[in-house]
């Protein structure tokens, strides 16, 4: 929003001695903060004149080009009193039009400098400006024509045109949409300093007569206040006054036409849109509604819209002709020809205008006032402002029917603690500071002892909690005068068990040379394709997103390996070929029953409601992902590497189980998106908790990412709620170790795990590990047979132990292995 500091001061009396600096450093600090300072004519440097077009001859020239070459009388400016020849390519003025001319020695916006030369065979002495050559507005296509009245060749244009003029560009908070305005703008200067303030919307208007023109609203929900003025006998060809153009030049708009000026200047003088049609074309009463189904509408831009039923339209007998509060329809605009204007000004719901604007991808001044809520009291005010101008710079006469249909909503009222904004900002704030500061603001405040209760402004829509009052008085007070103090941190009992496991995770896979990355929990269906996961598979059920970042991923992940999988292949492809990574995140597994049911506003959810609610949200565990490929061992010096392998994951798996106080068991098992010789479900218990293994080929191949890339994934959760807060510390011994090696030939089916976990369960307390060290396969074992080397380790913590001792817990295990697996001992 941008606002010239002259106009400023026609509502506000700020004092003399103010300068924009300071002005725009106040209202900075009053929460309208500042965008730019603008100077427009700054860096022009003179002469710059007013000239008198005497001739103009249009001359073609071989490129195709017609340039005029014109004498221009500019008065004594020259120093001879003789008109000046100057060559112009524009054509949109003629003889006897008064321009603006630089002389050679000036300079224009930019450091481009003026100076007699040669060119289209004649000296052209001077420029013939354009508004944006002199830095006024965006239009280079045509000269700026002054007024005939404007002055005399050779007097100087820099006053006429307001060069000096400052003017404080604004980026103004959607929840402050009155400043999108004079009348807002000079309301809060007047705040900054104390100043009298003159609303320009306090103006006396007629009542609604019932003889002005029949207006029916059938939403008044959508369309509170509805008034329509009308003016007659107006001159479409009036020029628009120069003190006009001048101050919307200056808020970048360009000067069309007398009456779209109007309409636009007294919107940005008291922030309410207004809207003209050319009432020769309206066709019986005018009526504001939803649209139907299919209902369509050409805009002033001239786009053919398709309409929602949401949309708020304004129709005659003769169809829709306009978009209400965003844009007319081309049908009714006013144009060339209008000399019967009828005014619109209404007040819209601030929900539809956005829904509408977003809808059909329309922004407009209007429309981005309309949709952050203006002043529903001043639609009166307004409209008798634009028909007060069309009449004295067009020539029309103002009809004396005035319709008004509605009234304005009325004004909500916050009851707040007097003392609450001392409280909350922890300043000295006296209870008559804080009634001041909220009547400053237009607040009507009935103050008690305690409390009071404050009538918010009809032009404040944004202050509708006790809060909001108390940031207000605390803008006022100074922001800069609240305290800096350190709250007392309330004692706390420290982290949670699910929180210090989570870390002690993190420490462990970090020791194992991991590192954590986050990845999007978003995934598609080309993911779950490319893990090789059947549509039958729970992994497939996924809970769309309703608006998706992309629409490749409009999935909630059900797995984290797409996204580990993603960040392995882009370090990859930039050269890092090594990888150890992990994620702990969650996943989301929705419910095959109902979804969420849609609630009221207007109450809280009842008991059986928040069931329901509760019953629709998706399960969300906790996982841990982790991958490897490349060297886990690099060579060098020292010797040869060793690449990752499944073994790896595996290991890593059990030393996370472990660093939660848990023992994890391994299973082979065959599950997408593992290898199916190479996947092993890892088993807390009897439940299983994830699977780990090398990826199968096809899936490395889907991914981009190296051959035999391994990877396992874990349901955290399911550790978490098992973990040990205290892990136990291991048993030592200081007695020897006594070992035992047993080679065993079982079926080939048969998990080297599971034969591991008998011979312990068999060996009984003395066995302190079992390793297995050797698989062998082959005519000596015979055919579906394999054979399993295992290392057993026995120790006593009170005595060493003898031959007797570790043979008869050998002997032990190796029974329960033929009894239990049918297994025979190899000699």
């Known amino acids: 929003m941008k606002a010239p500091v002259s106009w400023i001061r026609e509502y506000a009396d700020l004092p003399d001695g103010v300068t924009t600096e300071d002005l725009a450093h106040r209202l900075t600090a009053l929460g309208l903060k500042l965008e730019s300072l603008d100077r427009p004519g700054h860096d022009i440097t003179g002469p710059l004149v007013i000239g008198r077009v005497l001739t103009l001859e249009p001359e073609p020239q071989k490129n195709g080009k017609t340039i005029n070459w014109c004498t221009v009388d500019v008065g004594d400016a020259n120093g001879t009193g003789e008109p000046q020849g100057i060559v112009c390519g524009a054509h949109n003025f003629a003889p006897g039009d008064l321009v603006v001319v630089v002389l050679p020695g000036g300079v224009l916006p930019g450091g481009f400098e003026i100076s007699a030369r040669k060119t289209y065979g004649h000296v052209s002495a001077g420029m013939i400006c354009s508004t944006k050559e002199l830095g006024l507005g965006d239009d280079h ?45 000079a309301r809060e200067s007047a705040l900054a300093y104390g100043a009298p303030f003159r609303d320009p919307a306090l103006r006396p208007t007629p009542a609604a007569d019932g003889n002005g023109y029949p207006v029916v609203v059938d939403d008044p929900e959508g369309c509170p206040v509805f008034v329509a003025r009308t003016v007659t006998g107006f001159d479409p060809t009036a020029p628009t006054p120069d003190w006009m153009s001048r101050r919307l030049l200056l808020l970048g708009q360009r000067p069309i036409s007398l009456a779209v000026d109007v309409t636009n200047y007294v919107m940005f003088e008291l922030g309410r849109p207004i809207h003209g049609y050319d009432a020769d074309k309206l066709t019986g009463p005018i009526r504001v509604r939803r649209a139907a189904e299919g209902e369509h509408l050409t805009t002033l831009d001239g786009n053919d819209r398709t309409l929602s039923t949401e949309d708020l339209v304004v129709t005659d007998d003769s169809g829709i002709i ?12 006013m144009s060339d020809t209008t000399t019967h204007v009828l005014i619109e000004a209404a007040h ?14 329309l922004t407009s001044e209007a429309g981005k006032r309309n949709e952050r809520g203006v002043d529903p009291t001043i639609c009166e005010a307004a409209a008798d402002r634009v028909v007060e101008l069309l009449a004295e710079y067009g020539g029309g006469t103002i009809e004396p029917g005035v319709t008004v249909v509605g009234q304005p909503p009325s004004q909500p009222t916050i009851t707040i603690p ?4 001392a409280r909350v900002t922890g300043m000295d704030i006296a209870s008559d500071t804080t009634i001041a500061n909220l009547e400053a603001i237009g607040c009507e405040v009935d103050a008690g002892a305690d409390e009071l209760t404050a009538t918010v402004p009809p032009w404040r829509p944004d202050l509708s909690d006790p809060f909001d009052l108390v940031e207000e008085v605390a803008r006022i007070v100074g922001y800069e005068d609240v305290p800096s103090i350190l709250p007392p941190a309330p004692s706390g009992g420290g982290l949670t068990q699910d929180q210090s496991m989570r870390r002690r995770v993190g420490r462990t896979l970090a020791g194992e040379g991991y590192v954590e990355v986050i990845n999007f929990p978003f995934i598609g269906d080309a993911d779950l394709d490319r893990l090789g ?15 998706p970042l992309r629409n490749e991923e409009p999935y909630m992940t059900t797995t984290l390996l797409p996204g580990l999988l993603r960040t392995v292949a882009r370090n990859v492809s930039r050269g890092t070929s090594d990888l150890a990574l992990f994620e702990t995140a969650p996943v989301t597994l929705p419910h095959s029953g109902a979804g969420a049911p849609i609630l009221p506003v207007d109450r809280p959810p009842t008991e059986g409601e928040w069931d329901d609610l509760n019953k629709a949200l998706p399960d969300q565990p906790l996982h841990l992902a982790f991958a490897l490929c490349g060297d886990r061992d690099r060579s060098g010096w020292w010797g040869d590497g060793r690449p990752a392998s499944w073994s790896d994951v595996i290991e890593t798996a059990r030393v996370v189980a472990d660093a939660l106080g848990l023992e994890l068991s391994v299973r082979q098992a065959s599950l997408a998106p593992w290898h199916p010789g190479r996947c092993a479900e890892l088993v807390l218990g009897e439940t299983p ?9 096809r899936v490395c191949r889907a991914f981009g990412v190296p ?5 396992a994934e874990l349901d955290l959760d399911a550790l978490l709620a098992r973990a040990v807060a205290v892990p136990r510390a291991p048993q030592l011994s200081a007695y020897p170790v006594a070992k035992e090696d047993v080679a065993l030939i079982v079926d080939a089916d048969l998990p080297s795990a599971d034969l591991a976990a008998t011979l312990r369960e068999g060996a009984g307390p003395l066995c302190e590990s079992v390793r297995l060290f050797d698989v062998y396969t082959g005519q000596q074992v015979g055919e579906g047979r394999k054979s399993l080397a295992f290392a057993l380790r026995f120790r006593a913590p009170d005595r060493t132990l003898t031959e007797k001792d570790t043979a008869a817990a050998r002997d032990a295990a190796v029974e329960l292995a033929v009894q239990r697996h049918g297994a025979e001992q190899r000699a």
Not at 348 to 361: C, L, N, P, Q
Not at 533 to 547: K, P, Q, V, W
């Open 533 to 547: 996961i059947e549509a039958a598979d729970s992994r497939r059920t996924t809970l769309r997103l309703a608006n």
């Open 707 to 711: 051959a035999r890339t391994s990877v």
């Open 322 to 333: 306009g978009l209400g509060g965003v844009m007319g329809g081309q049908d009714t605009e």
């Open 418 to 421: 007097i003392d609450l904004p």
């Open 689 to 697: 908790v994830g699977h780990a293994g090398e990826l199968h080929p």
């Open 141 to 185: 296509d045509g000269i700026l024509v002054l007024p005939a009245d404007a002055g005399q060749p050779g007097d100087d244009v820099f006053d006429l045109l307001d060069l000096r003029e400052e003017v404080i560009e604004f980026e103004i908070n959607p929840d402050r949409a009155y400043a999108m305005s004079l009348r807002g703008v």
């Open 348 to 361: 819209w719901d601030a929900v539809s205008m956005f829904r509408t604007g977003r809808r059909h991808k």
